[in-house]
Nanobody
Framework: HVQLVESGGGPAQTGGSLTIYCKAS????????MGWFRQAPGKDREGVAGLDSDGDITYADSVRGRFTISKDNGNNRIELRMTSLKPEDTAMYVCAADLDPFCTSTYCSGGHCRVGTTEYPYRGQGTQVTVS
C-alpha cells in the first residue's frame, strides 16, 4: 500500500517563496502519475500540478508561471516550488498519486481539461500553506 508524506508547508509572505515535498513509501515516482491538489475552506478542491510517468506536466491556470513541480529521484519524492505567493494560495496542499499505467496528469471532461490530481486514489494527509 503506497503511502505519501508531505512536508515543507508553513507560513509565507505575499510575494515570497516556499517549497513543499512529498515522499513516497515505495519507489513509484518514475512509474506513477503524481502531483498536488489543494483545498481551502469554502472553496472547491483544485488540482494544482501533475506529473506523469512520461514527464508530461500540467499546471492549473492559477499557478502556471509561479509554481514548478519536479522529481527528486535520489530521495524518492516530488517537490512543488511555489514563488510569487498570493494570499489566495492559502490552502491545505495534498500530494496524490495514481499507479494506473494509463494515468495522465490531465483530466478532461466535456471539453474542459484540468489537472487530474484530484482523481488520483493515493493521497497524503496534506501540508498547510498560509500566505499573508
Amino acid at each position: 500500500h503506497v503511502q505519501l508524506v508531505e512536508s515543507g508547508g508553513g507560513p509565507a509572505q505575499t510575494g515570497g517563496s516556499l517549497t513543499i515535498y512529498c515522499k513516497a513509501s515505495e519507489d513509484i515516482i518514475n512509474r506513477a502519475c503524481m502531483g498536488w491538489f489543494r483545498q481551502a475552506p469554502g472553496k472547491d478542491r483544485e488540482g494544482v500540478a501533475g506529473l506523469d510517468s512520461d514527464g508530461d506536466i500540467t499546471y492549473a491556470d492559477s499557478v502556471r508561471g509561479r509554481f514548478t513541480i519536479s522529481k527528486d529521484n535520489g530521495n524518492n519524492r516530488i517537490e512543488l516550488r511555489m514563488t510569487s505567493l498570493k494570499p489566495e494560495d492559502t490552502a491545505m496542499y495534498v500530494c496524490a498519486a495514481d499507479l494506473d499505467p494509463f494515468c495522465t496528469s490531465t483530466y478532461c471532461s466535456g471539453g474542459h481539461c484540468r489537472v487530474g490530481t484530484t482523481e488520483y486514489p493515493y493521497r497524503g494527509q496534506g501540508t498547510q500553506v498560509t500566505v499573508s
